[in-house]
């Protein structure tokens, strides 16, 4: 039998509140969403001014990260590029910049997903918050 890493709820906690301070110092209204290997959500939080939309878009970059293993903006870039077969890919709804997969050990245990600045941006706080969580890890 296989082990594998999980994410705690303080883990989880760790990473909304990185990307919640980082946001914050920025004037960025955003949400926020932790999902699990599976895109099953863990934490979510929505910033106020946030438009309400943001929430599930949040999630759905999440989700679409922990289901592929890769940024979420990859999928983004391939069907800009022109595969745009990828628009009928199953369960991956968030296929816009802003999701990333939190690695532990080589496996991946979730995902974080931001939405509600540039895509860059959002991005830029999902990384934030994966290296807070790498820091308190070691």
Known sequence: ????????????TQMLLAAEHAAR?????V???????GGHPLGLLRLDDAAPISAYIATEKARTAALGRRDSGAYEQMINGGR??????PLLQGMLEGGVPILHLGQCIGA???SGV???QDAELARLAVAALDAVQG
Do not use: C, H, T, Y
Not at 1 to 12: G, R
Not at 25 to 29: I, N, P, V
């Open 1 to 12: 039998m296989l082990n594998k890493p999980v994410l705690s709820q303080p883990d989880v």
């Open 25 to 29: 110092e920025r004037g960025w209204a």
């Open 31 to 37: 949400s926020i969403a932790v999902v699990d290997d």
């Open 84 to 89: 745009q077969a990828f628009l009928s890919a």
């Open 112 to 114: 974080i997903g931001v």
């Open 118 to 120: 540039r895509p860059e």
